[in-house]
């Protein structure tokens, strides 16, 4: 995607004009010098592993050292925004498990559950189906300590069990949900030159102590993923390939193959595979440039739903969507659970509601950025929010 797009705060980000961050060089965060130290190694790192060293580092990456969500952090997700978006994936989860065939035993997946309210809103909705939620064993895929405490803390009373990457849970059938988790996983960048894409890395320019972009040509997008499309773009076009998302939906879809079960990811992003840079940069819920303050500020990459739909279909599960996150929502009620809620709420709690339901659903805020997307076994005819011929 070119240009500017809405990001998840529902703010316009402009790309190639980000605001400089105000307070840039006042802090000194370990992910810089750790990032000057493998670039002076190498000559540079990838687009890939800047992501993955600002988001995920030790000492100082953004994730690992603190709780990014709300007003005082830097950006909101769904399940921040009202309760009733995780009571509604809670209902979807009970639907999804009865179309399953309701076994007497499966395994809940939420892949980075950022502060564990999505996990916790669903839960309570699950109570409704006294059978599913006895049949649900909780797991949380957390790689934050920091987050991992906090959803502890949310999720106080719960029998929950927490990994730090997918778990092989055996013969298990499964429900995986990730809400705006594709979106933190590392992407690589390609630059068209002659009939080559060659990669975009990450420098270090030392005359202006600060990162810039490069290109390394000796290593090349494999001709295997060279599409028509991105043979006949232009020179010096960028292409974003996200090889951690394929892997992360390769594993769900294999363990959906062989012990049945549904996948449901809600993200930003496209529904095929595009060219243009979409690495973004989210500070105190404004757009700054992603290369300036390495594990200060919040990265992400549009997802490209077409690589998780070719990939769950490859692995031999069934797709389903994507569709916008607001005719999703409207499809499982969120309209009619407002109004309830409507009945029982004061001036100011009704005013808080619209504000959040319209926030979810509009096109013009979350509602067409945002996209749901199932996978499941073959077995299953229907899901709850997608069209039986998906
Ligand atoms: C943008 S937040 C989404 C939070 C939550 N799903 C929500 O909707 O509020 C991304 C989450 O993924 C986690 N995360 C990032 N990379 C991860 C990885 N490789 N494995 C597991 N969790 C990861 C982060 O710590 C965080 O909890």
């Known amino acids: 995607m070119n240009g500017s797009s809405t990001n998840p705060l529902g703010n316009t980000a402009q790309r190639g004009h980000p605001e400089t961050d105000p307070d840039a060089e006042t802090v000194a965060n370990p992910v810089v010098d750790h990032l000057k130290s493998k670039i002076a190694a190498a000559g540079h790192v990838s687009v890939a592993e800047f992501m993955q060293s600002a988001l995920g580092d030790a000492d100082g990456?953004?994730?690992?050292?603190?709780?990014?969500?709300?007003?005082?952090?830097?950006?909101?997700?769904?399940?921040?925004?009202?309760?009733?978006?995780?009571?509604?994936?809670?209902?979807?989860?009970?639907?999804?498990?009865q179309a399953m065939g309701s076994p007497r035993a499966f395994a809940l997946i939420e892949?980075?559950?950022?502060?564990?309210?999505?996990?916790?809103?669903?839960?309570?909705?699950?109570?409704?189906?006294?059978?599913?939620?006895?049949?649900?064993?909780?797991?949380?895929?957390?790689?934050?300590?920091?987050?991992?405490?906090?959803?502890?803390?949310?999720?106080?009373?719960?029998?929950?069990?927490?990994?730090?990457?997918?778990?092989?849970?055996?013969?298990?059938?499964?429900i995986f949900l990730a809400n705006e988790f594709l979106d933190a996983l590392p992407?690589?960048?390609?630059?068209?030159?002659?009939?080559?894409?060659?990669?975009?890395?990450?420098?270090?320019?030392?005359a202006h102590d600060r990162f810039c972009f490069a290109i390394d040509r000796s290593k090349r997008l494999p001709l295997g993923a060279i599409t028509r499309q991105l043979a006949q773009a232009e020179e010096g076009t960028i292409f974003e390939f996200a090889p951690a998302v394929r892997d992360?939906?390769?594993?769900?879809?294999?363990?959906?193959?062989?012990?049945?079960?549904?996948?449901?990811?809600?993200?930003?992003?496209?529904?095929?595979h595009a060219t243009g840079q979409t690495l973004q940069a989210v500070r105190k819920h404004k757009p700054v440039d992603p290369l300036e303050r390495p594990g200060d500020c919040d990265l992400t990459a549009h997802v490209d739903f077409q690589l998780v739909g070719d990939t769950a279909q490859n692995a031999g599960?069934?797709?389903?969507?994507?569709?916008?996150?607001?005719?999703?929502?409207?499809?499982?009620?969120?309209?009619?659970?407002?109004?309830?809620?409507?009945?029982?709420?004061?001036?100011?709690?009704?005013?808080?509601?619209?504000?959040?339901v319209t926030r979810l659903i509009a096109p013009a805020e979350m509602g067409t950025l945002f996209k749901a997307m199932a996978i499941s076994h073959k077995g299953l005819s229907s899901l709850a929010g997608f069209d039986s011929d998906s």
Request: glycine share 10%.
């Open 61 to 97: 990456g953004y994730y690992t050292t603190r709780d990014p969500f709300g007003v005082a952090g830097d950006f909101t997700t769904a399940p921040e925004i009202s309760q009733v978006f995780g009571e509604l994936i809670g209902l979807w989860c009970a639907d999804t498990w």
């Open 111 to 174: 892949l980075g559950p950022g502060r564990g309210t999505l996990m916790s809103d669903a839960l309570r909705a699950l109570r409704q189906v006294p059978a599913c939620r006895a049949a649900a064993s909780v797991h949380m895929v957390e790689t934050s300590p920091v987050l991992r405490e906090i959803q502890q803390q949310a999720l106080q009373g719960e029998n929950i069990t927490w990994h730090s990457a997918l778990p092989d849970l055996g013969r298990t059938p499964v």
């Open 187 to 206: 992407v690589e960048q390609y630059v068209k030159h002659g009939d080559n894409w060659c990669e975009r890395v990450v420098a270090h320019d030392p």
């Open 248 to 272: 992360f939906v390769s594993d769900m879809a294999h363990h959906i193959l062989l012990n049945s079960g549904a996948g449901l990811i809600v993200d930003y992003g496209y529904t095929q």
């Open 317 to 356: 599960t069934k797709v389903w969507g994507p569709v916008d996150q607001g005719v999703f929502l409207q499809r499982l009620g969120i309209l009619e659970r407002a109004n309830i809620l409507l009945k029982r709420a004061n001036v100011s709690q009704a005013h808080q509601l619209r504000t959040a």
